[in-house]
């Protein structure tokens, strides 16, 4: 399977991205009958599928026993129920502004979790997400249910990443480093940092990304190349914090520093150039 067949089946099947029995470890651990996903990280870990982006609530529950309900607006609703495998949906129109609709969709989920059996359950919610607002109205709907803090679940199950989820890292990291690569690979004297940073850009697009979050270039005295008393061209690259957030933002940042190598291909003796010094590239292919 190639990078970009694991890249697309990240977008549409996720299911060996997510590992439901941990999650319910997760939940049981915390002491909860369920939790309720709301962060986008956590929506995409167990809603089945992937969202570029959220400003309005999706709200995914998962109970002790691994039943899965969902709560998600009215444009979203069509792509969930094409690729997720979550069966139990509400879904809430668009209105004439934001909080209203987030407040339909915390009815609903009310709803929701009525409907469950979870009235008078132990509720974790993922809080990070989930303004207070909106947290008070829930209690208010379920009088009966008691609410937590349900984010350690998430962090639990989240932490020994499945097979699948390694993979999508391996070929995020490899395209990345290969991105990087061809944009330096590609750089003359003369060329501005601006212009690097629009090669890497667009490599990475091209190699499977969904979007670039940002591209920070900037020049140290170590990534200047120089030309030597012996009349070899040597270049430090070294990329103090590159942040290879390109399949998760969880990803833990890597230090990389490549050794110096000569090149015959330098510019006439006495001329210096900037190469740029990347100390953050982060593309983000997906978000889990």
């Given at each position: ?12 099947n ?5 590992n439901?029995?941990?999650?319910q ?5 915390g002491?909860h ?6 962060s986008?990280?956590n929506?995409n870990y167990?809603?089945?599928?992937f969202q570029?982006?959220a ?11 691994g ?6 607006n ?13 069966t139990e ?15 339909t969709?915390?009815?609903l ?17 993922d809080?990070s997400a989930?303004?207070s607002v909106?947290?008070d ?5 379920l ?27 391996r ?11 061809t ?13 690097v ?5 667009a ?8 979007l670039i979050?940002?591209?920070t270039?900037?020049?140290t005295?170590?990534s200047?190349?120089?030309l ?8 430090r ?15 833990a940042a890597?230090?990389?520093?490549s ?6 291909s ?14 953050k590239?982060?593309?983000?292919f997906?978000?889990?």
């Amino acid at each position: 399977m190639t990078g970009l067949q694991v890249f697309d089946l990240g977008r549409t099947n996720r299911r060996n991205l997510f590992n439901l029995e941990r999650l319910q470890q997760g939940v049981i651990k915390g002491g909860h009958d369920a939790v309720v996903a709301a962060s986008l990280p956590n929506v995409n870990y167990s809603g089945g599928s992937f969202q570029r982006s959220a400003t309005l609530l999706t709200l995914v529950v998962t109970t002790a026993d691994g039943r899965q309900g969902m709560v998600v607006n009215e444009a979203d609703y069509y792509y969930y129920r094409k690729y997720s495998w979550i069966t139990e949906m509400r879904s809430f129109r668009y209105l004439a502004n934001t909080a209203s609709m987030n407040a339909t969709a915390i009815g609903l989920l009310a709803d929701l979790l009525k409907e469950m059996g979870l009235s008078h359950a132990n509720i974790g919610v993922d809080q990070s997400a989930i303004p207070s607002v909106f947290v008070d109205q829930l209690e208010r709907l379920l009088p009966q249910a008691t609410l937590g803090d349900g984010r350690n679940a998430f962090d639990y199950a989240r932490l020994i990443k499945t097979p699948g989820e390694i993979e999508l890292f391996r070929y995020a990291a490899l395209y990345s480093d290969k991105a990087i690569a061809t944009a330096f690979a590609n750089t003359r004297p003369s060329d501005t940092e601006k212009t690097v940073a629009a090669r890497m850009q667009a490599s990475v697009l091209a190699l499977g990304a969904d979007l670039i979050d940002h591209t920070t270039p900037h020049l140290t005295q170590a990534s200047t190349p120089s030309l030597s008393t012996r009349g070899q061209w040597r270049s430090r690259w070294r990329w103090v914090r590159l942040s290879t957030s390109t399949l998760a933002p969880h990803l833990a940042a890597m230090s990389l520093t490549s050794p110096e190598t000569p090149s015959s291909s330098g510019p006439a003796q006495g001329r210096k150039t900037s190469i740029g010094d990347f100390t953050k590239f982060v593309s983000f292919f997906m978000r889990l």
